[in-house]
């Protein structure tokens, strides 16, 4: 059980200071999640913290590849009105 950063993942910094198992490793050209150390938070929090906190879309998967942030949840963009490109990229 955990989650996984993909090509999308802009290696801006900001889950890696917040994950409570020091899960995440700033690998270039995008960040890594250790699979053996993410929990998905169970127990620390009510939410994956590195989710909550990144602000790419789609960067962030489980384990069967659905983004925890889907396109248009963080700009509040319909998906309709996506070019078709960034929901591609959004797939894992
Ligand atoms: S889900 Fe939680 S434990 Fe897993 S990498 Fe993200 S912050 Fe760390
Ligand atoms: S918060 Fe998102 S974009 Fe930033 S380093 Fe982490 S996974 Fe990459």
Avoid: W
């Avoid at 995440?24 to 989710?51: F, H, K, M, N």
């Avoid at 960067?59 to 591609?88: F, H, R, Y």
Wanted: with cysteine; hydrophobic share 40%.
């Amino acid at each position: 059980m955990a989650l996984t950063i993909n090509h999308l993942c802009t290696a801006c910094d900001a889950c890696l200071h917040v994950c409570p198992n020091d899960a995440i490793v700033a690998e270039r050209p995008y960040y890594l999640i250790e699979a053996s150390a993410c929990t998905e938070c169970l127990g620390d929090y009510a939410e994956a913290q590195c989710a909550a906190i990144c602000p790419i879309e789609g960067a962030i998967v489980d384990e069967l590849g659905v983004a925890l942030n889907l396109p248009g949840s963080l700009t509040g963009i319909p998906p309709q009105k996506l070019n078709p490109l960034q929901l591609i990229e959004a797939r894992p």
